[in-house]
Each structure stands twice: as structure tokens, then as C-alpha cells.
């Protein structure tokens, strides 16, 4: 495979010590990594350490009440001229050495692919359910999504995460990049546009990193709230591919699973967690019809709000 530039970017908030561990595994990736871009909120919690162990990291500081999902990536995107720019958070790890070389394989390869995002393992504290519902967005076989796969798949044609994606930054440039004030879902809105556009994305199994939650039934709450927010937002790309589908599929999946290997006891907390998830979703997509102080108690992100 040709050798291209690339440059990861990272917002951090409060980074802890598990930060200094994926830099040290970005540094040892088989494929180089040309630079690290580290989009910082609140200078006081940053450790200057790091940008001596890392020789790579440039280092941007902003305050708080500038952070936005889609317009801090897409300005660190602005900052960086390599040919490919790959987006991480600070609490996904690498899983091996390889994770790079994976991620954008398919995309050196096929000119019509213009973003790739990677397989997420579980940690080890993660749940049970958590363990079997991830496979249901990261499963083992790589895949290529095209517009000619929306009737197939529906809204996960445009599934994409940036907790470890990757996309050719001309393209990225040329489409707009990702929407510059958004309360969530920056990733999604973006795929939609490039698939829209006749590109595709792919889902590399073998581009790995180690990233997972145990929310609360709340926090599922707030997290969906905010998602449907997003798709609220941005009808041109979601209105004709509803979630809702997708969503029962997985519960339907995960309730038949955990029947067949006789885990009937964890099924009262997994209809909990998914009424909690349908809810917050449901008030999302119309939260134009919400007050404001019922908005700001169901969202996430209640600073987006000021």
C-alpha cells in the first residue's frame, strides 16, 4: 500500500491517565502517524508531560463555552494538510499495532470510499448485554456502504463513529467537512452527506480499538435525547431512514439471546435500559414541541443550549 500522510485528531476534556497510554500506542502504529493534533478543553487539566513523551502532539487549548462536537473537529480538521484525517476520543485504545494500516486500507485502495471508521471491543468491566449489543454495530466481517445499500439497511448505511474514523480530507473539504454547531451525531450527519454524494464508507472489522460504557438507564436517556435531537436537525439526511427499525431489531436480537443461554435475569434490566433509550429518542425527535426547561433536563449537553 502507497504511503499516505496522516493525522489524528483528538478533543480531550479532562484526560486521565489512560490518555498517555493511547498516545504511547499511536506512536508504536506499523503505519506512521504524521502528526497528533490534540484539541484541548480547559488548559488546567492538560499534563505538559505528554508533549514530552509525544514529539508528535501539537496542542490546541480552548475554554469550555467553545467546544462544539462538530465544529472543534472541524476546525482541528482545518489545521491539518495530510491526505487522510482520522478522528479518535480520549478513552479509546488501540488494540494493536496494526490499527492504522487497517483503518485506511480500503480506502487507499478504492477512490470511491471516502471514509472508514473501525471495529469497537468491549473493555473488560463492560456488561454482559453491553458485550452482546455491540456486536450488533461492530461485527466481525468488513463491509462497504453505498447509497445503492439504504433500502437494505436503512439508517445504518450511514453509521459512522468518530471514536475511531477515518476520512480523505480533500473530499472531507470539498463536502463542507462536518456541521459546524451540532449537539451530537457530527459523524453521522457527515457519512450521510458523502454517501449522498455517491461515495462510500467502509467498516474495517480488523481496524481495531478497545472502547465501551456501562450507562445508567438515565444516561441512555440523555445520550438519545441528544440523538434525536440530531436527526431532528438535519431531515435531509435522516428524514427517509428512521431509527426506530434498527432499534427494535436489536432489542428483538438481544432479548432472543439472552433467553437461548438462559440469562432470563438480566431481561427486566435490559427492557428498562431500553425504554430508557426509546424514550429519550422519542423526545429528541421532537423536542421543538418541548420547553426549554424540560429540554435542558433531558439533554446530555445543556451548554449546547445557551
Known sequence: MKEINVDVIIPAYHPGKEFGELLRRLMKQDYPVHRIIIMNTEQEFWDEQWEKDCPLLEVHHLKKSE??????????????????????????????????????????????????????????DCSFVEKY????????????????????LGIKTFFCSNVCAAYKKEIFDSLGGFVERTIFNEDMIYAGTLVKAGYGIAYEAEAKVIHSHNYSCMQQFHRNFDLGVSQAQYPEIFADVPSEGEGMKLVKKTFSYLIKIGHIWLIPGFVMQSAFKYAGYFLGKRYRKLPRKMILWCSMSPSYWS
Open 67 to 124: 467546544f462544539d462536537h462538530g465544529g472543534t473537529r472541524k476546525r482541528a480538521a482545518g489545521l491539518s494538510e495530510a491526505e487522510i484525517i482520522m478522528f479518535m476520543t480520549q478513552d479509546a485504545l488501540p488494540a494493536d499495532s496494526h490499527l492504522i494500516g487497517n483503518l485506511i486500507r480500503t480506502m487507499a485502495e478504492n477512490p470511491k470510499v471516502c471514509a472508514a471508521y473501525g471495529r469497537q471491543l468491549p473493555r473488560q
Open 133 to 152: 449489543t455491540r456486536s450488533f454495530n461492530y461485527p466481525e466481517t468488513s463491509s462497504v456502504k453505498t447509497a445503492e445499500d439504504i433500502q437494505r
